[in-house]
């Protein structure tokens, strides 16, 4: 390619690359695992599996001067799974909550999660709220504004998003990479709980740039 | 690429995926179907003499070799005891619930995972009768046994039941034998008999398989992440089809602990690729490749190692470990 040359840069430069574990939460059915496959393999599956337990993925963001490596839990949303839960958001830097705009009791879970990360999960935690399916505007019964107003209260990032149509999916995952510290991760400092522990071999593996 | 005499549909309607490894799926059939025909004969006989398919070494035998999928409902039934609860309950129950007052709200859930269920099968889309058969062998359940209503999971082990026995009574017997008796309180409100299940798996890698334990434990991987679908999908879904029906064979005949056994063999068989992954991702990636490998896809040699690799597994050291495990778990228990 033309402009790889640009890319060859020495390692060391500006270039740093950042891991962070990201947990999706929310009620079954409101698109979690849809987002995720959107996000990472571009694709969308009118009829997705539902998850049981959770899965995982990773995936990468590119900022100006850092590559924000995604350590994705997909969680399962029916109510009874929520005893594992804890498991997957320990130690979890950021989270996606999602709701369906289409149904109101998923927005209310939605909020149920939110109180119980601020309780429960890292102090630090990034949380972003996701009004999922927004491309089915005519059956809405969550309003934007309520979200958007219940969302600034609680100092949370918020977007509509659309698996289906890819509206704001990779938006929400680069706002929060944006949002995230990203403060001596290579080196391992792991500053104020906030960094995950890296694993020794991947320090040393870690390149010093961006993208390849 | 070569053609296959495989079609890119398997016998139960499930696609093969892209990636579907062929070569090596025709070299193992090739043997496999000799083996196939070996053992419908052996059962013909059995069942044909009218024998007893009671308890004894030699059906324990017989079904530890695979039973041929046309006797696998009927067998089933009679190994895992729930022909004897339908004798008991009657044999109208299944009808009974089908025409007793319903619960909306479980028939919402239970149809908003109906389209959701093995959605890659030519039974399950929505042209064909499968996707209203599971609708009403579910929400009949969920209303029979109150304690455990509808849990996700439990719509692909009824949907794979239904395909393999073809009948929506047996499927829903075979469920209802499952999640009371087979196997400890997976699919209740709390899932505790998931949660000390994965417990217990975890002490016997530590006991079994050490140097796998420390490196999970090290790269930080909980055992919860890999293996909740094992147990509370019973590996459908997990590991290859044949193989599954395989391992469900002597899960009913031989109850909860064979779920151990499976996990075990794969871990220890595949123990060096895990030890090589060092991190996090990898490690993860790699407890995924171990169940659809060619290892696992030749059902057969699979099947003889469950009972050799992981050594000895007495039933009474599982349920030692489960008591004690869940009680830690009791104790440990915030609020
Ligand atoms: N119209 C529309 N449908 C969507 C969208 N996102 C997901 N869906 C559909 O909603 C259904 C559920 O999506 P999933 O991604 O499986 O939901 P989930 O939150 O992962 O559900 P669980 O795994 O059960 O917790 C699927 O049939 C999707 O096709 C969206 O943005 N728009
Ligand atoms: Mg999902």
Partial sequence: ?212 | MASSVFSKVDEYGFERPEDFDYETYEDFMSQYLVVLAKRAKKWHELIGEGKSLKRSLTVKRYVRKGIPGEHRGMVWMTVSGADIMREELGHDWYQRLLSGPKDQEIIDTVKMDLPRTYPDNIFFNAADDHQIRLCNILVAYAHDNKEVGYCQGLNYIAGLLLLVTKDDETTFWLLKVLVERVLPKYYTRTMDGVITDIAVLEELVRAKVPDVYRHVRNVGLPWAVITTKWFICLFAEVLPIETVLRVWDCLFYEGSKIIFRVCITLIKRNREQLLQCSDFSSLAECFKEITHDSLVMQCHDFMQSIFKTPGSLPASSISRLRTKLAQHKLDQQPR
């Fill in chain 1, 1 to 212: 390619m033309a402009n790889r040359g640009g890319a060859q840069r020495p390692n060391g430069g500006p270039g740093k690359i950042c891991q962070f574990k990201l947990v999706l939460l929310g009620e079954s059915a409101v698109g979690k695992s849809s987002l995720v496959l959107r996000f990472v393999k571009g694709q969308f599956h009118e009829y997705q599996e539902s998850t049981i337990g959770a899965a995982f993925l990773t995936q990468t963001v590119c900022l100006e001067d850092t590559t924000v490596k995604f350590e994705i839990w997909d969680t399962a949303g029916q109510e009874r799974y929520h005893s594992l839960a804890p498991m997957y958001y320990r130690g979890a830097q950021a989270a996606i909550v999602v709701y369906d705009i289409t149904n109101q009791d998923t927005f209310g879970r939605a909020k149920t999660w939110v109180k119980e990360l601020q309780r429960q999960a890292s102090p630090n935690i990034v949380i972003a709220l996701a009004g999922n399916k927004a491309d089915l505007a005519n059956k809405r019964v969550v309003e934007y504004d309520e979200a958007q107003a219940y969302a600034e209260e609680n100092g949370l990032l918020f977007m509509e998003t659309s698996a289906k149509t890819a509206m704001n999916v990779n938006e929400i995952f680069l706002a929060i990479a944006k949002k995230l510290p990203k403060n001596e991760q290579v080196s391992g400092a792991g500053s104020s709980g906030q960094t995950r522990r890296l694993v020794e071999s991947e320090q040393q593996k870690a390149p010093g740039n961006c993208c390849k």
